[in-house]
Nanobody, 121 residues
Framework: QVQLVESGGGSVQAGGSLRLSCVAS????????MGWFRQAPGKEREGLGK????????VYADSVKGRFAISSDNAKNTLYLQMNSLKPEDTAMYYC??????????????WGQGTQVTVSS
């Protein structure tokens, strides 16, 4: 079973930046599809971006394309989400997730505990 631990959330003013980290363990990292999701109170969970660690480019949701970027340090089994130009509507709990394929946003079986991001205007 894959274990995921996120960090890096916090409070920031609109226009600011944050970088989230997610450390994966208990499974060969290069075999995983990794993704970032968020869920705001009263809203459905939203897929933000995903990447197959073994190779390929990241895919992003339209809502964050051009502002958020996924990267991976394979030597550290760590996935990052760089968030720039943050807006108050980006306020949510952010989750790291892992699965075996990147075909759909539903292909994620393992989830981290989440890290809160709050953007003030």
């Amino acid at each position: 079973q894959v274990q995921l631990v996120e960090s890096g959330g916090g409070s920031v003013q609109a226009g600011g930046s944050l970088r989230l980290s997610c450390v994966a363990s208990r499974y060969p990292y290069s075999n995983l599809c990794m993704g970032w999701f968020r869920q705001a109170p009263g809203k459905e969970r939203e897929g933000l971006g995903k990447i197959y660690i073994g190779g390929g480019s990241a895919v992003y949701a339209d809502s964050v394309k051009g502002r958020f970027a996924i990267s991976s340090d394979n030597a550290k089994n760590t996935l990052y989400l760089q968030m720039n130009s943050l807006k108050p509507e980006d306020t949510a709990m952010y989750y790291c997730a892992a699965g075996w394929t990147c075909l759909t946003w539903s292909d994620f079986a393992y989830w981290g505990q989440g890290t809160q991001v709050t953007v003030s205007s």
